[in-house]
């Protein structure tokens, strides 16, 4: 009743009361916005700095058997892959004890292989998936005049480049592990080379053989699996034989014949030439450690064609070897043209 009485008295706080009176004046002050300035021109970018220097570490880590191999890097330029360290498996895992050929190829396993005793799972699947590529030599030269020499010939001493090209992933080459030699390996030409050293300057003494001979450069180089690589240059010296025709009887020297070099005893066809007017002997000549002939057909008919026995005379050549010669000459004379073939069988 007493609230009731308050409203009446005093109005209701919630505007139940007198009207509410009209609102006051706006004062003064104005409430509109400046005018915004113009932008400012941007500022130009300045000049890029160089690059800089390519620090110096290590890329291109590879594991090859149980060797861990990384790329050194100095200066930006890489270097030979070098060995870090070697890996091995710890705690308790087993090695392989199958001693089964494997039933189908995988990868880097081979049907048939048999994987090593004590392998593990890493070291199986590194087969599998990163099979080891040999390397090798796909050419090599020593650039020496080349060719037959004849005995007594030299091959004049002096330097020249040795060359060759390496094929294969040239990390599997061990550095500095290509040697040249000389004959048949006995004696050292250069070594500590790797794989990209080529070409090589070479300095040669004069080379010259008075006997039968095979001067062979060899160029080996050391992989990381597997066996050493090579490729081999060979200078032969070697003994001419002599084929032709004459109208002497018996000869003393080569002169009008046609000369070849042989390593052995030669069986050769040889057209030997006639002018259809003058008669002449055919003769055959090999040095006298060779085979001896023991008949001549005429390659077209295959008829035998008789010859003498052999005679021997010793000959010297234009580089002061002497050398025992055997001849064989015709019993008969022919002026025609005709392809004989010697034999050293029945």
């Known amino acids: 009743m007493e609230d009731i009485l308050n409203v009446i008295v005093y109005g209701s706080p919630y505007g139940i009361g007198g009207a509410q009176g009209p609102p006051g004046p706006t004062g003064p002050g104005s409430t509109a916005a400046g005018l ?46 070098v060995a870090i360290g070697v890996v091995s498996g710890g705690g308790s895992e087993l090695g392989w004890t199958n001693l089964n050929p494997v039933t189908t190829t995988i990868g880097g396993i081979d049907s048939g292989d048999i994987i090593t005793p004590g392998y593990k799972a890493l070291q199986i699947l590194e087969l599998m998936f990163y099979p080891y590529q040999p390397v090798s030599f796909s050419t090599f030269s020593v650039n020496l005049s ?41 004696s050292l030409v250069v070594g500590n080379l790797n794989y990209d050293s080529t070409p090589v300057s070479v300095t040669h003494p004069t080379y010259g053989f008075t006997t039968p001979t095979t001067l062979t450069f060899t160029l080996t180089g050391d992989q990381l699996e597997g066996a050493n690589v090579s490729i081999t240059k060979s200078y ?102 005709l392809n004989i073939r010697p034999s050293t069988t029945s």
């Open 146 to 186: 080349g060719g037959i020499q004849e005995l007594g010939q030299g091959i004049t001493g002096s330097t020249v480049n040795t060359t060759w090209t390496a094929s294969g992933p040239t990390y599997n080459w061990v550095p500095n592990g290509i040697t040249l030699t000389r004959n048949q390996g006995t």
């Open 236 to 337: 032969d010296w070697q003994h001419k034989v002599y084929y032709g025709s004459s109208t002497n009887p018996a000869i003393t020297d080569f002169t009008g014949l046609t000369g070849e070099f042989a390593t052995n005893t030669p069986i050769t066809d040889r057209n030997i030439v006639g002018d259809e007017i003058t008669q002449k002997y055919f003769y055959f000549v090999i040095p006298s450690s060779f085979t001896s002939y023991t008949g001549f057909k005429n390659v077209a008919t295959l008829l035998s064609i008789s010859f003498d026995p052999a005679q021997t005379i010793s000959v010297t050549n234009a580089y002061t070897v002497s050398t025992s010669y055997k001849y064989y000459r015709s019993s008969d004379t022919s002026a025609g043209t």
């Open 36 to 81: 915004t300035g113009p932008t400012g021109n941007t500022g130009n970018t300045g000049n890029t700095g160089s690059t800089g220097r390519t620090g110096d570490g290590y890329t291109g880590a590879f594991i090859s058997g149980s060797t861990l191999y990384m790329t050194p890097v100095i200066a930006g330029v890489p270097q030979s892959p």
